[in-house]
DNA sequence: GGAAAAGCAAGAGCGGTGCTCTCGTTGTTG
DNA sequence: CAACAACGAGAGCACCGCTCTTGCTTTTCC
């Protein structure tokens, strides 16, 4: 499966690198709409025709990034969890949080390119699914750690609506059964919300808002976790910084 | 100020709106990276060089898309807002909300160049600020009557962390005296929140997993409502749906 | 009123883009 | 070794944003 056979494969998969490598610092420097396979090319040394035959189209390369972009911020997530492995649980919340939107800051425009307004035709539904969900995965992981060490929670809020009820008991029944209904929407609604911080943050909605961008971040982090169950450790009086 | 006062000037009002319409139309069509100024002078029947004497630039029209996208969802708001006079103020903050949602549902391209990833170079800082500013004015006009009608709570969460609410202190008291901090602070999170809960759904972040978007996005605004101090109505068992 | 000035539309053109097609070349494979 | 498939490069198409020049019309000023 992974060796590799001949010098032509070898190649490819190095070309085909290459590529992706140029084109993600094209993307960091100048944004996705500023992405130009000429301009990759001609910095490659290469014929602008001949990139067509590792990526067939510019959409495609952008699917490329997008995904790699969705595995950069969920292995991100996955790290900051394995890192808090044994912490409280709304400090391990919070400390995802906080990798999301640490590597959301850090490479602005490929959160945009995953987080902002689709930019191709509405394409790439399928293949990026399964990368894009690893991010979600890790706080639903400290949630469920949680409810595992029976330090979770109810969350905060009114019952559920009957619609809403049926509708999140399906996904949760195929995703997280050991999780309570309204946990599963507490859940939901908070990574939703987790990224409408960093997205107004990243977006320059808080340009002239929020000065202290960190600390409010953490604040509001720690508000959710709050929100889905996960009681703040006691003895603290307020969350460490950094 | 406002008197056309010649043929001349009159003509050129018209031709600028007729641009700005169809531009709008493009962009609701095809989105914002498929907006092409020689499609849209085309469209119009004149040469794509006449057209900059209207806009200086490609920029320059998306710019003016952009406040005119910002007033709309700002009207929008403000619509609700006052339609919602004298209500309990949890159905207001939901009622503002789920006209911002609305707007956003019905105008999803537009508000992918409001609220998505910025499209041009940054560009737009100063002449959009004021129009932007609408939507989150309408929402704190109803935790400001609450305040006034002597209705609200104090908000959920933790003490604030000495550096935030110095820097929202700063904020608070050039815009809402009148609120205590940690209920600006509350107030701040929660505008960003509800623009999460509406992007995720516009931008197709919950496709596949929240299917009743509507009672979904109620529920969440309502606990956002309580989370900035604005209790529920006692009376209501569930809040009404549309 | 008539001349000067300013605003306007249209065309040609420049450099750039995504993408296609063709044509030699080169590595792979029967 | 020969047939084949993958590859790189070049030319070219249609489109893009934008500029410049050329005439024409409206406004302005003497």
Chains 1, 2 share one sequence.
Request: charged content about 20%; glycine content about 10%.
């Amino acid at each position: 499966m992974s060796v590799i056979r001949g010098a032509r494969e070898r190649a490819r998969t190095e070309v085909t690198a290459a590529i992706k490598e140029e084109a993600r610092r094209q993307l960091a420097a100048e944004g996705a709409a500023r992405l130009s396979l000429r301009a990759v090319a001609r910095e490659l040394g290469m014929a602008s025709s001949a990139l067509y035959r590792y990526f067939p189209s510019r959409d495609d390369l952008l699917t490329a990034l997008i995904i790699d972009a969705y595995d950069a911020v969920g292995a991100a997530a996955e790290e900051a969890l394995a890192a808090t492995e044994g912490a409280a649980p709304a400090d391990r919340w919070i400390g995802v949080c906080r990798a999301l939107r640490d590597w959301a800051v850090d490479h602005p425009h490929e959160y945009g390119l995953v987080y902002g307004s689709p930019v191709p035709g509405y394409a790439a539904p399928q293949d990026t699914v399964a990368s894009a969900a690893r991010g979600a995965l890790s706080l639903i992981a400290v949630v469920r750690d949680a409810r595992r060490d029976g330090v979770l929670g109810p969350p905060q809020g009114r019952p559920l609506a009957g619609e809403v009820r049926d509708d999140l008991a399906a996904l949760g029944s195929e995703l997280v059964p050991e999780l309570p209904v309204p946990t599963v929407a507490a859940l939901v609604a908070a990574w939703a919300q987790v990224f409408g911080l960093v997205s107004f943050e990243v977006f320059g909605q808080f340009n002239g808002v929020v000065g202290a961008r960190g600390p409010f971040f953490d604040q509001s982090a720690a508000a959710l976790a709050a929100q889905v169950g996960l009681a703040p450790a006691d003895g603290a009086a307020v969350l460490p910084a950094k």
